[in-house]
């Protein structure tokens, strides 16, 4: 695989609860890309994620803490979804400082399944064109953005698929933008 991503570092924001392939799977992309995955987290220093909202599933160590997370040092961010993380990330004072500012920075965020929670809370869904999973479908609605109900959606620097099932998409999503981004 081409090595795009060569020197690039992505911020992946995940706490417990996250849903495991939407974490492991955007940065095994970034990986065989050439670029760097770093775990960012509200965690304490680890956390277990899941598969799908019962089944537990790997530990993952936090490489930074959110609150001590430089923006400037990252080249895209991804917010991977599961009910549990999306839900405690949406109302982490530090996860939507983050969030808010790295978006100001115009390189791409991307969020699946139930991630684009935390755009409502961070101010960004108004007006934005979204997917999500479709149990998030009328909190977008209600906070101002177009939701579509499609396997990938790119309005600006934002990036949302809907689910797992979604996951090539996103990924190959995630890594073309990174790639032209800088």
Same mark, same amino acid.
């Given at each position: ?44 220093? @680890?956390? #277990?994620?899941?598969?799908? !909202?019962?089944?537990? /599933?790997?530990?993952?160590? =936090? *490489? ?67 997917? @999500?999973? #479709?149990?998030?479908?009328? !909190?977008?609605?209600? /906070?101002?953005?177009?939701? =579509? *109900? ?33």
């Amino acid at each position: 695989m081409s090595r795009v991503l060569e020197g690039r570092r992505v911020a992946v924001l995940a706490g417990q609860g996250v849903e495991q392939v939407e974490l492991t799977d955007p940065m095994r992309a970034i990986r065989a890309a050439g670029g760097e995955p770093v775990i960012v987290s509200y965690a304490d220093g @680890s956390f #277990v994620a899941m598969n799908g !909202d019962w089944e537990h /599933a790997d530990s993952f160590v =936090v *490489d930074v803490d959110v609150k001590e997370a430089d923006v400037e040092s990252f080249d895209a961010l991804v917010l991977p979804g599961g009910t549990l993380n999306a839900d405690a990330a949406r109302i982490d004072d530090g996860v939507l400082r983050f969030v808010k500012a790295f978006h100001r920075t115009g390189r791409p965020l991307a969020a699946i399944c139930h991630a684009p929670w935390i755009l409502i809370d961070a101010g960004l869904a108004s007006g934005t064109k979204l997917t @999500s999973y #479709v149990s998030c479908k009328n !909190d977008l609605l209600n /906070a101002g953005a177009d939701w =579509v *109900d499609e396997p990938l959606v790119v309005d600006g620097n934002i990036i949302t698929s809907r689910n797992p099932g979604d996951l090539e998409q996103f990924c190959s999503a995630i890594v073309e933008a990174t790639a032209a981004a800088r």
